[in-house]
């Protein structure tokens, strides 16, 4: 993929190019926003190989992927995706029917593994940080294999050292397997959303998401339960872009 579509979202976010749509009824973005990816950006809209399908979404356009090959790779050197050892928060919308097996939404390790991801187990969605030896994280307590849209967000304080949190539907619903790692997860692999990236552990890459995600965004540090609750009620509204 060309490094013009990692700066297009950039461009997007900062709205140094595209203009931002009138919004009616949508949520004020958190401050801290390091990438934000609505899926409505042009990098978004090139055809390719194995690219998964732009569909009408919960808010503009989502994506969605078949769960068999179609996947999403994000160049590594795109502004925003690295989240160094601080606090950071994901949260996106999903929706899904798979409820047998484990996916892979977003996935940005290496092979020891060594960075995040976002998946679901069993359609309980979660959040993985991975240090080199262990993954360890939250996940939902709950399912939402329902074929609605859900909105789901890992949240990660690491100082004090503490249990990450993850969230469904504004609701923190979450069963937690350790203390979040103060290791830095930055590593060269690029993001891939829809796939899983091989690993020492699972040594193979043909895990695929089945489902749609939208509103992907990215924050370098540790939402409140207030303004993730307030981003979900915002719903098909939205949060207010930069003008």
């Not at 409820?99 to 593994?113: A, C, E, G, N, Q």
């Not at 249990?163 to 069963?175: E, I, T, Y």
């Amino acid at each position: 993929m060309e490094m013009r579509g990692g700066w297009a979202c950039l461009a997007v976010l900062l709205r140094i190019s595209y203009p931002a749509p009138v919004q009616s009824g949508c949520v004020s973005a958190p401050p801290g926003i390091s990438a934000w990816f609505t899926f409505d950006e042009p990098m978004f809209r090139q055809p390719g190989e194995h690219r998964p399908q732009r569909v009408p979404g919960l808010v503009g356009s989502a994506l969605r992927f078949n769960g068999i090959d179609q996947y999403f790779e994000v160049p590594a050197s795109t502004p925003g995706l690295d989240v160094g050892d601080g606090d950071l928060t994901i949260e996106l919308w999903i929706r899904t029917t798979e409820s047998v097996h484990t996916r892979i939404l977003v996935d940005k390790r290496d092979h020891k593994p060594l960075g995040y991801e976002i998946f679901t187990y069993k359609g309980r969605p979660g959040l993985q940080l991975a240090d080199g030896g262990r993954g360890r994280g939250p996940y939902a307590e709950t399912g939402v294999a329902d074929g609605r849209w859900h909105h789901v967000a890992g949240v990660v304080r690491r100082l004090p050292p503490q249990p990450a949190m993850f969230f469904v539907d504004g609701v923190r619903n979450d069963a937690n397997y350790g203390d979040a790692t103060l290791v830095n997860l930055d590593v060269p692999q690029p993001l891939w959303l829809g796939r899983h990236h091989a690993n020492v552990d699972v040594d193979r890459e043909d895990i695929y998401f089945h489902g749609d995600i939208d509103e992907l965004t990215f924050y370098q540090r540790a939402l409140t339960a207030a303004e993730i609750r307030s981003i979900f009620r915002a719903g098909a509204h939205g949060k207010c872009h930069a003008k």
